[in-house]
Structures are given as C-alpha cells and as structure tokens.
C-alpha cells in the first residue's frame, strides 16, 4: 500500500482555483520531487498534505497518508500525523525559529509538549539528532541561540528537529534555496543520508529541476496548478513527455556557460486561477496544434511517462543550455 496518496485534490481560495486535481501516490521510503516555477502551486500541495493551507482556503478531494484521510481528519488524528508521520522543512530556518530561544530549548520544547518526557531523556534525543545531521559538538550547540549559526547549520537544525518525532514522510518545502551552492549540497547529501538509513519517505519541493533528478526516484512537474508530467528521474532527463519539462531542461545553463541563468521559455506563466479552455501551457507551447487550445488533456500514460499533452509522443529531447548561448 502506498504511504501517501493524494488523490484529485483541487485548492481555491476566496473562489479563485490554486490546484486543479493534483493526483499523485508515494511509496514507503520513496523521494518525489515536486518542480515548477514560481507560482504553479507547489508550496499550496504541501501545505494541503500537511493541513497548513492558508485561512479561507478550500481543499476537496482525498489525501491518505498511512491509512487516514487527511482532509476529513480531527485534531487528535492530525496530531498523531504530525507526531510520527509527516515532518515538514521549510525554505527559511531563520522564519521558522524563535530568535530568542537557545537550540536545546527549541529542539526539547517539541519533544516535551508533543511525548511528555523528562528534560534529561529530552537533551539525549536533542543531541543525538544533532548528530544525525552532523552537526559537530552538539552537546555545546544546545546553549547557542538561532543568530549565532549560520543559515546552513540552522537548517540542519531545523531538519533534526524534523527528525524528533521519528517521522515517516518529511515534507522539505525549497530546503536550500536561500543557501548557497556547497551548503545546499551539504544538505542534500543528509537529506538522501536519512532518506537511506531511516527508510524515510520525502516529498522534495523546487525551482531546479536537475538537482530534483539528481536527487530523487521520481519526479512531479507543476504548471499553472496542475501535474503536467509525472516519471522516473533516470529517464525524465532523457526522456521529457512534455514540452513544459522540455523547456525547463533547456534552461539548463550549458557546460560551459558563464552566465546567470536567464529565463528561457518565451512567454508569461499562466496563474492557475487564470480561465483557459484546452491545455494550459498552450499559449507559450512551441509545438502547439489547435486541439490544445480546445481540449484540456488528462494525465495520461506515454511510453515510461505519465504526460499531460496531446502530443507527448513528439516531444524532443532538449540540448541544455542551447537556448541561453543565442542571448549570451
Ligand atoms: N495566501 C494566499 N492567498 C491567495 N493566493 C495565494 C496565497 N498563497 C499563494 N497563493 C497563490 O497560489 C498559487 C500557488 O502558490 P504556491 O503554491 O505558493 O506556488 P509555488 O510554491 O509553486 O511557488 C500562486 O498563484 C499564488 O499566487
Ligand atoms: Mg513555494
């Protein structure tokens, strides 16, 4: 059975749609990763899995994760959830701390109001997850407050702190995106470290599409609030079905490129509220036929893919960084 399954979910707020029946499943153990750019409603499929929408949100559909449905669940079932099943990382640990809380208060707190455990057993587990995500001298690190750490260490914080509950399913919402390079590797490298050691299953959140592929089973691309294309990351690189992912494959900076990444697909992005018949990438679509502009495509199976296209058979094989090179 499937640890997670959401299944047609849709997410308005204040009557404008946000997610359009997002549909996907996650084995024990397994790493997704959930891509798209700015906007197409990653963060809100996280937030609707975690019960965390924002107030005046609407979700319908079903999402079970180990056997309770979640959108229908009370608050003692949503607190066992949250204590053992489902951790959530966020993109900024400064955000999601109290700046005038030591570590070791911060990390206990959780422990002691969530398991009614003494402090000394408390300070034992804070030290051993410390450790888990290789934070040297963690003993020492527990009297440290959040601004004498840098973001990098702070978010390996807030990781063990993720790992206190002994979740099943950690939910990591563009864990490295305000890191720099050699830090977000860092991180990475301990995510997929538990991932392998605790059999944990994780729903991986970002803008970068071959860090997903370089550290995820499968991969999930969003546009304009819905899944476009879903598939293994081994042969999504090589194999995108939809022209969406091909484009974002394209904006790959090349090898020998210098400079900043560009934006490279022509076009606005489409906000999921905005009304469109057909298919929604087809206004910025280079292989666009008139049935997608009358025809909205379901997520259908393409050779080792699931795509949402009309033409999922005829999308090429990009040449990374091709695209940038002609504005260089
Ligand atoms: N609190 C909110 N109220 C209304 N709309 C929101 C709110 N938060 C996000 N949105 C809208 O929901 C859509 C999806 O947002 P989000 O899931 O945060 O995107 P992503 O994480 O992929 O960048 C966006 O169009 C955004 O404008
Ligand atoms: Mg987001």
């Not at 790959?252 to 905005?274: C, F, N, S």
Request: hydrophobic share 45%; aromatic share 4%.
């Amino acid at each position: 059975m499937s640890l997670l399954t959401v299944d047609d979910l849709d997410v308005a707020i204040g009557g404008t749609p946000i997610l359009r029946s997002v549909s996907f499943a996650l084995e024990p153990g397994e790493a997704l990763g959930i891509v798209g750019e700015s906007g197409s409603g990653k963060s809100m499929t996280a937030r609707a899995i975690a019960r965390l929408l924002p107030r005046g949100a609407v979700a319908t559909g079903k999402i079970t994760f180990d056997g309770t449905e979640l959108l229908a669940a009370g608050t003692a079932d949503m607190r066992r959830v949250r204590d053992g099943g489902i951790s959530l990382v966020f993109q900024d640990p400064r955000a999601a701390i109290n700046p005038v809380r030591s570590i070791g208060d911060f990390l206990a707190e959780g422990l002691r109001t969530n398991r009614k455990i003494g402090k000394a057993e408390a300070r034992r587990r804070a030290v051993q997850v410390l450790e888990e995500v290789r934070i040297s001298r963690a003993e020492a690190r527990l009297a440290a407050y959040p601004h004498q750490l840098s973001g990098g260490l702070l978010q390996r914080v807030m990781i063990a702190a993720a790992l206190l509950s002994e979740p099943r399913l950690i939910l990591a919402d563009e864990p490295t995106t305000a890191l720099d390079v050699t830090t977000q590797a860092e991180i990475m490298a301990i995510l997929e470290e538990l991932r392998r050691e605790r059999g944990l299953a994780s729903i991986f959140i970002t803008h970068d599409l071959e860090l997903a592929a370089a550290t995820c089973d499968r991969i999930a691309v969003m546009y304009a609030g819905e899944l476009v294309e879903v598939q293994a990351a081994e042969t999504l690189l090589e194999r995108p079905h939809h022209p969406y992912t091909a484009a974002l494959l394209a904006a790959r900076p090349g090898m020998t490129e210098r400079v900043p990444r560009l934006p490279a697909i022509p076009g606005r992005p489409l906000a999921a509220g905005d009304p469109i018949e057909g298919c929604r990438f087809a206004p910025r679509c280079p292989l666009v036929i008139d049935r997608c502009r009358s025809e909205h495509p379901a997520l259908a199976p393409c050779e080792q893919s699931l795509s949402r296209c009309w033409r999922a058979a005829d999308v090429k094989v990009p040449e990374a960084g091709a695209e940038q090179l002609d504005h260089a």
